[in-house]
């Protein structure tokens, strides 16, 4: 259980170093408006139950699914809300680092700093709404 944990905040913080080291290559060339980035949050939170939807289409997968959490094993796409989860924290996690190196080196934010921690908070926001479309699917949290 605990190992999860760790390999998540391994991930989190390999994500964290990415994007202070290699920050300009995430953020986009081209402008960036209040509505992309609406669009970049809105695709995480509709993308995320439709795979997830699709995925219990899959003869592979677990019949029943658990609550996104630290704790479980999220590189099994058997249980697709635990991969989706660790991504969006990922994706939050690198936008971090980004705008934390450029606050550092006492640069401004600019609305191409929001693109990855947007998409990431689409995603978390998915998984969450995934498990309450599909709560069926789901065992009770413990």
């Known amino acids: 259980m605990y190992k999860w944990i760790v390999l998540r905040l391994v991930l989190v913080g390999v994500a964290l170093w990415q994007g202070w080291v290699k920050g300009d290559a995430f953020l986009p060339d081209r402008p960036v408006t209040a509505l992309m980035l609406a669009g970049w949050g809105l695709y995480g939170l509709v993308a995320v139950p439709v795979v997830v939807w699709a995925q219990r289409l899959n003869p592979r997968n677990n019949p ?61 926001a998915g998984s969450y709404l995934a498990a309450r479309v599909f709560r069926d699917n789901l065992l009770p949290r413990t």
């Not at 450029?102 to 995603?123: F, Q, S, T």
């Open 64 to 124: 029943v699914w658990h609550f996104p959490s630290w704790r479980l094993n999220p590189l099994t796409l058997r249980d697709p809300l635990q991969f989706f989860h660790m991504v969006g924290i990922v994706f939050l996690a690198a936008g971090a680092g980004v705008a934390a190196h450029d606050l550092w080196l006492k640069l401004p934010l600019r609305p191409p700093h929001a693109v990855l921690p947007v998409i990431g908070l689409g995603m978390v």
